[in-house]
């Protein structure tokens, strides 16, 4: 059998973890400037706990398991109808009870859920785990994918939409990664649905919004129309999302166009207050990190159904790649779970998207890619010992080094470090053991000296 993987997944070698462990722990120390706390949720979760959460198009997306058991004679006809039911689109406990996580969102909420009375609210966690989405693989698009979310539950506080969006901003500097960090509001995008005959135009509009980049403004159109849309409200729609100008000219026209709307004028207010802080704290921080402009772009849209007031995106300038961070408010996502009152605000980073960003665009640290120190060269079996115990000392101080496993040639040995870059050898020989010193050789520079066995860390 010829080896391969399953299309959308991939393998990842030493060098690219170093370069994406240096994302996770980037992002994983600014959460936890913020005061997140970090939580992990099973990979598979009750079927029924994400069907409906992410709208039609998502719950296509969903990897169903199979039950077990369904090789069982007795249950074979049964299966064969449960079967039809899925293949028709819908789900059925008789074939999959369960399915993997489609993002951490949904299981974040039902976590909640589940241990209200033992958390102190607000609670702010962070999540750094794989996703699985059945989607059709292409350039920073894979069916697993690793998100790294941090969600605040238990506040309708605007504070921490501010927060949110500064932590965009301190990530995307520390990486020196250039972004644009947009938001829009939810709200306005209901008003606009009132405007064009009512809530049930919701769905549909802000589908065909979140496609716009991907597909452009005239099928943008013809999605609208097919969904039911006339000609006039898919004018609305068109002149909503060309509004332009600065933040303010936009928030102007918006606020005369949803004057008479009521959950209109309230997004607007809330963009205004979080755009407001925001630019606050642009203004009186020396750090360049807060430098990072917050953009209204009303043709951002958010396609989950879950989402009720600002909402977030994260593009990165100069490479042709989707968004890299999303996220916003939902108000009202533990009461799919039977829990109401439980306010909810959170971000997602894309870190496979993000790590192609970074290739891309070279930015990852040249050090990165340190790994072991020193090799020892192995000289013989009767210096086997005395060699391991200096390396472990060594590795007591944080230095990490390896010994060769055979007794070879140099040659054989020189090549091996080469290839794994190893920047420094150690030789010791008996002569070495005898006399108490080393030979350490760098290998970039070429310079050869011999030392103290006990100052070996000095000269690494």
């Known amino acids: 059998m010829k080896p391969s993987l399953p299309q959308g997944t991939r393998d990842f070698s030493a060098s690219i973890l170093r370069k994406r462990n240096y994302i996770f722990n980037t992002i994983k120390s600014t959460f936890e400037l913020y005061g997140f706390e970090p ?6 979760e009750n079927t029924e706990t ?8 998502g719950d296509k997306l969903i990897f169903k398991i199979l039950n077990n058991g369904l090789d069982n004679p007795t249950k074979k006809d049964t299966a064969r109808n449960d079967f039809e039911t899925i293949l028709d689109g819908k789900t059925n406990k008789g074939i999959t009870e369960r399915a993997l ?68 901003a301190t990530v995307f500097q520390k990486l020196n990664v250039p972004v644009e960090l947009k938001i829009n509001n939810r709200k306005i995008l209901t008003a606009l649905a009132t405007l064009c005959g009512g809530d049930d135009r919701m769905i549909p509009i802000t589908i065909a919004i979140d496609k716009l980049d991907k597909i452009g403004l ?72 807060d430098k990072t402009a917050l953009i209204v772009d009303l043709s951002l849209a958010r396609g989950l159904n879950y ?8 593009k990165a300038i100069g490479v042709q790649m989707g968004s890299i961070g999303g996220g916003g408010r939902y108000d009202d ?49 009767a210096e086997q010992q005395h060699i391991l115990r200096i390396a472990q000392s060594l590795r007591s101080k944080n230095i990490s080094c390896e010994i060769y496993h055979e007794a070879a040639k140099f040659d054989k040995q ?47």
């Open 101 to 168: 996580r489609y993002d951490l969102t949904i299981p974040f909420a039902r976590y909640v859920a589940m241990n209200q009375g033992q958390l102190t609210f607000p609670f702010k966690r962070y999540q750094m785990q794989p996703v699985w989405r059945a989607d059709r693989p292409q350039k920073g698009r894979y069916r697993e994918f690793y998100q790294c979310d941090a969600d605040v539950a238990g506040s309708s506080s605007l504070l921490h939409e501010t927060e949110l969006a500064l932590i965009y």
């Open 218 to 289: 005239e099928k943008v159109k013809e999605e609208l129309n097919a969904r039911g849309l006339d000609e006039a409200q898919v004018a609305l729609v068109e002149s909503f999302i060309s509004i332009t100008g600065n933040n303010e000219e936009k928030l102007n026209r918006l606020e005369a166009m949803f004057s008479k709307i009521s959950i209109g004028v309230e997004g607007v207010n809330e963009l205004r207050t979080i755009l407001s802080t925001f630019e606050n704290i642009n203004q009186h921080s020396s750090t360049s990190a």
């Open 39 to 44: 939580l992990e949720t099973p990979a598979v």
């Open 333 to 381: 996502l533990t009461g799919l779970f039977g829990v109401n009152g439980i306010a909810g605000v959170g971000i997602s980073f894309g870190v496979d998207r993000i790590y192609d960003v970074m290739e891309e665009l070279n930015v990852f640290p040249e050090n990165i890619q340190k790994g072991t120190s020193l090799l020892f060269f192995n000289t013989g079996t």
């Open 50 to 57: 994400l069907l409906g959460k992410y709208g039609d198009e």
């Open 414 to 460: 020189f090549k091996y470090a080469e290839k794994k870059s190893i920047p420094n050898i150690a030789i010791i020989g008996s002569k070495e053991i005898e006399a108490g010193t080393v030979v350490i050789k760098n290998l970039s520079s070429g310079i050869q000296k011999e030392v103290v066995q006990s100052d070996i860390d000095k000269h690494i």
């Open 307 to 314: 989402y009720t007031g600002a909402i977030f995106e994260v």
